[in-house]
């Protein structure tokens, strides 16, 4: 295990090798598995998070009601071509919330890092599959960039709405997903580090106040931030933006701010949008009905 993103890119430029088989081949270690056994483990994630966006019902409602049937809305509105955003945009934003809302639907998602934030990863991932023809195995390797960037923040900081707020989830997220995004589209380990380091500075801060306790508003909504933003990071990395905060330096902000964070705003549901008159008429509504 690495203590911070900095130690993985010494690592790698010691070896002259990508993040990805600086990563995989500690986790390898640390699991006693080969190298080959890992790789089909990630392929299997990844096949996971596939199944977790086809396998979206536009039809289904969360128990609570609150949320489902709003990722059909974006597809509709895309095909329909209303929306501003673009068509690649568009479909990250469409799957971001197919996979949230699959998630309170009780549906199977892979934790990327938390259920929370499963839709981020896949939205963009899948997606930019979909644009640019990467392999699955191209994809797995991404997944370990990911994961290597996540295990730092959950080392460093934390990577739990309850300890951290939702910039350790979706933030987190987000931050995993431009590392990998970059990772893809050929840039160097540092610029990898960079668009994390870019992602998690815009959602630092960011609360975690669910209505009624649920992880369904505002979360489900909020992967669609973290997916976004996860692109915007990886494009401005890959035009040359560098973080004036260097990226491990940026993990011990998120944690230095999460301790600091009221805890009527860290999942309790308690304060925040939780806290809104129309947040407590939501929980009051949701216990009478149990």
């Known amino acids: 295990m690495f203590d911070s993103l900095n130690a993985i890119c010494e690592k790698a430029a010691k070896e002259k090798k990508s993040v990805w088989q600086v990563v995989i081949e500690d986790d390898a270690c640390q699991q006693d598995i080969s190298v080959e056994d890992n790789l089909d483990r990630m392929m299997t ?125 979706i933030g987190s997220a987000s931050a995993m997903t431009a590392g990998a995004a970059v990772y893809l589209r050929g840039g160097s380990n540092e610029q990898m580090m960079n668009a994390s380091a870019l992602a998690l500075k815009s959602l630092l801060g960011l609360a975690c106040d669910p209505v009624a306790g649920l992880v369904e508003v505002p979360c489900v909504k909020r992967n669609v931030i973290g997916a976004v933003n996860a692109l915007t990071a990886a494009d401005m990395t890959m035009a040359g933006i560098e973080s004036k905060i260097p990226p491990d330096e940026v993990i011990d902000a998120m944690q230095s701010i999460g301790r600091r964070m009221d805890p009527s705003i860290r999942e309790t549901g308690v304060g925040g949008l939780a806290g809104t008159p129309t947040g407590a008429r939501i929980r009051e509504e949701i216990r009478g009905n149990l």
């Open 45 to 169: 994630v990844y096949q996971a998070m596939r199944a977790s966006d086809e396998n979206y019902d536009p039809s289904l409602k969360s128990n609570s009601g609150l949320v489902g049937c709003e990722a059909e809305k974006v597809r509709k509105a895309r095909l329909e071509g209303s929306l501003m955003c673009g068509d690649l945009v568009s479909r990250i934003m469409e799957r971001a919330l197919r996979v949230a809302e699959s998630n309170a639907c009780m549906k199977k998602i892979v934790a990327a890092p938390t259920a929370g934030s499963c839709g981020v990863m896949p939205a963009v991932l899948l997606t930019i599959q979909e644009e640019y023809g990467y392999s699955d195995e191209d994809m797995a390797k991404a997944l370990y960039v990911a994961g290597g960037i996540g295990s730092v923040i959950a080392h460093r900081a934390s990577v739990s709405g309850a300890e951290g707020g939702c910039q350790a989830e």
